[in-house]
């Protein structure tokens, strides 16, 4: 155990660990940034006053008590994929609480609910609720992302449009709050604090165990790829239309989840249809989404998560480097136009991008995650149909050059758009002038008025979580 120079803080840190090993460390920790910080992002520095490992809620809430009296910020660590390093704080000085050790998962096999530790990762959830009936739940793709994380700020992945985000599974949390108190949050108990779990999570507590529906796997899944090598991106203008015009169809089934992820040498457009080959042609899909150098493959929903999970390696997954990463939603309203997607393909041509490893990533939204009222759930972004996250990769190291390219595709995006475009907190923008309102926008009040309520000194707390409610 890291030993600090003593401190209040460290001493009653210390007390909590009560010698355990793999408990606590401290910045004089040789392995502190390497072992217990690892940044995810390697472009943003930051060191915590502190990072804590408990074992279970009753840890977290005296490592939130030892905070509380020494006047230190806290952030919750689940899988520490923060494009800003928010698990950490987002900034220095702060006391992790890394979730890695709340590992605990049941099925209730009357009603289907699982119980599942708040630092698990997703590559898990999959398998322990395929070992526990067969069972599935809305997430994203990247294995090594953490529940504690994805379930309190939206969650998405192919499966959404299908089942909703992975915080609409969820029915009820155990969530340490800012006094350092143990509470059960659901629509029933301390709703208020459950609204706000439900996609504002870090800034309200600590949760170290959701209790999520789940759907009965689904039996064929059908995969689609299509991947185009180019020498200019300005020859994949007809193709991007093409997709964006299928995925802004309100009639599209909700069964299909799709992807154009646009890079260096290319374009690659993934798709998942939830049903058999036949039911995957009835939609009229095939004959609508561009077609070239195209795979199909049909496969059961364990070989599906694998894909994904390669597929997601493939642009960041559980890489640690050194990136920029900006980002954008859109309602229908709000899609690029034919004169939008030129000014940008010939932008992307045209740039120093200062970097080969970049992406620019188009995402479909809408169904079932539409269906939830807006006012719902903290999540404010249901009457979005596309997302586009933009990522540049330093080798080694990141150059303003490529930030300035990142800039420069969502400058010139939001320039042709006559609506301000907003953003999905699941996909960090560090860059936001405003970033609660983009987060949060019709439910930031609401949010800061619970904010009050429950942590009124801003405990929780990152760059750019939900702050308490101005009183007069």
């Given at each position: 155990?890291?030993?600090?120079?003593?401190?209040?803080?460290?001493?009653?840190?210390?007390?909590?660990?009560?010698?355990?090993?793999?408990?606590?460390?401290?910045?004089?920790?040789?392995?502190?940034?390497?072992?217990?910080?690892?940044?995810?992002?390697?472009?943003?520095?930051?060191?915590?006053?502190?990072?804590?490992?408990?074992?279970?809620?009753?840890?977290?809430?005296?490592?939130?008590?030892?905070?509380?009296?020494?006047?230190?910020?806290?952030?919750?660590?689940?899988?520490?994929?923060?494009?800003?390093?928010?698990?950490?704080?987002?900034?220095?000085?702060?006391?992790?609480?890394?979730?890695?050790?709340?590992?605990?998962?049941?099925?209730?096999?009357?009603?289907?609910?699982?119980?599942?530790?708040?630092?698990?990762?997703?590559?898990?959830?999959?398998?322990?609720?395929?070992?526990?009936?067969?069972?599935?739940?809305?997430?994203?793709?990247?294995?090594?992302?953490?529940?504690?994380?994805?379930?309190?700020?939206?969650?998405?992945?192919?499966?959404?449009?299908?089942?909703?985000?992975?915080?609409?599974?969820?029915?009820?949390?155990?969530?340490?709050?800012?006094?350092?108190?143990?509470?059960?949050?659901?629509?029933?108990?301390?709703?208020?604090?459950?609204?706000?779990?439900?996609?504002?999570?870090?800034?309200?507590?600590?949760?170290?165990?959701?209790?999520?529906?789940?759907?009965?796997?689904?039996?064929?899944?059908?995969?689609?790829?299509?991947?185009?090598?180019?020498?200019?991106?300005?020859?994949?203008?007809?193709?991007?239309?093409?997709?964006?015009?299928?995925?802004?169809?309100?009639?599209?089934?909700?069964?299909?989840?799709?992807?154009?992820?646009?890079?260096?040498?290319?374009?690659?457009?993934?798709?998942?249809?939830?049903?058999?080959?036949?039911?995957?042609?009835?939609?009229?899909?095939?004959?609508?989404?561009?077609?070239?150098?195209v795979s199909v493959v049909v496969d059961d929903w364990l070989g599906v998560i694998a894909q994904q999970a390669e597929d997601a390696a493939l642009w960041l997954s559980d890489l640690r480097s050194?990136?920029?990463?900006?980002?954008?939603?859109?309602?229908?309203?709000?899609?690029?136009?034919?004169?939008?997607?030129?000014?940008?393909?010939?932008?992307?041509?045209?740039?120093?991008?200062?970097?080969?490893?970049?992406?620019?990533?188009?995402?479909?939204?809408?169904?079932?995650?539409?269906?939830?009222?807006?006012?719902?759930?903290?999540?404010?972004?249901?009457?979005?149909?596309?997302?586009?996250?933009?990522?540049?990769?330093?080798?080694?190291?990141?150059?303003?050059?490529?930030?300035?390219?990142?800039?420069?595709?969502?400058?010139?995006?939001?320039?042709?758009?006559?609506?301000?475009?907003?953003?999905?907190?699941?996909?960090?923008?560090?860059?936001?002038?405003?970033?609660?309102?983009?987060?949060?926008?019709?439910?930031?009040?609401?949010?800061?008025?619970?904010?009050?309520?429950?942590?009124?000194?801003?405990?929780?707390?990152?760059?750019?979580?939900?702050?308490?409610?101005?009183?007069?």
């Amino acid at each position: 155990m890291g030993q600090a120079p003593s401190s209040p803080l460290s001493d009653c840190l210390n007390t909590v660990c009560n010698s355990r090993d793999d408990c606590v460390a401290y910045p004089d920790n040789p392995l502190y940034q390497v072992s217990w910080v690892n940044r995810y992002n390697l472009d943003i520095p930051v060191e915590p006053v502190a990072v804590t490992r408990p074992e279970n809620a009753q840890d977290v809430s005296d490592f939130v008590k030892c905070a509380v009296a020494n006047n230190v910020k806290v952030q919750p660590k689940s899988g520490g994929h923060s494009y800003a390093n928010f698990g950490l704080g987002g900034q220095d000085g702060e006391l992790v609480i890394d979730l890695v050790k709340l590992q605990d998962f049941t099925m209730d096999t009357n009603t289907w609910q699982a119980t599942i530790g708040g630092g698990t990762k997703l590559s898990d959830v999959t398998s322990r609720l395929h070992d526990n009936g067969k069972r599935a739940i809305a997430h994203g793709t990247c294995p090594g992302v953490g529940i504690g994380g994805h379930a309190t700020i939206g969650g998405l992945g192919p499966s959404s449009r299908m089942w909703g985000s992975c915080l609409d599974h969820v029915v009820e949390a155990e969530v340490v709050t800012a006094d350092g108190s143990i509470k059960r949050a659901s629509e029933t108990e301390n709703s208020d604090l459950f609204f706000a779990l439900k996609g504002a999570g870090a800034g309200f507590g600590v949760i170290t165990e959701f209790v999520v529906k789940t759907h009965p796997e689904p039996g064929d899944v059908v995969q689609y790829s299509f991947s185009l090598s180019l020498d200019k991106h300005s020859d994949l203008i007809s193709v991007y239309q093409q997709w964006q015009d299928l995925i802004t169809d309100p009639t599209l089934d909700r069964r299909f989840g799709t992807e154009f992820v646009m890079h260096e040498l290319g374009v690659i457009i993934s798709a998942t249809f939830y049903g058999t080959e036949d039911e995957w042609k009835a939609t009229g899909i095939p004959d609508r989404i561009p077609v070239g150098n195209v795979s199909v493959v049909v496969d059961d929903w364990l070989g599906v998560i694998a894909q994904q999970a390669e597929d997601a390696a493939l642009w960041l997954s559980d890489l640690r480097s050194a990136f920029t990463a900006r980002s954008l939603a859109f309602k229908t309203d709000e899609v690029m136009s034919l004169d939008t997607t030129t000014k940008l393909m010939n932008y992307i041509d045209d740039a120093d991008r200062g970097t080969l490893l970049w992406f620019l990533i188009f995402d479909a939204s809408g169904g079932a995650v539409s269906d939830i009222p807006m006012n719902a759930t903290a999540y404010s972004h249901r009457d979005k149909i596309m997302f586009a996250q933009g990522y540049g990769i330093g080798i080694p190291t990141l150059t303003q050059t490529t930030k300035d390219f990142l800039n420069g595709i969502i400058n010139m995006i939001q320039s042709n758009t006559a609506q301000t475009l907003t953003t999905y907190p699941g996909y960090v923008d560090p860059a936001l002038t405003d970033p609660q309102v983009s987060y949060w926008g019709p439910n930031l009040n609401t949010l800061g008025e619970v904010k009050s309520k429950w942590d009124p000194n801003d405990l929780f707390h990152n760059p750019q979580s939900v702050r308490p409610a101005e009183t007069d």
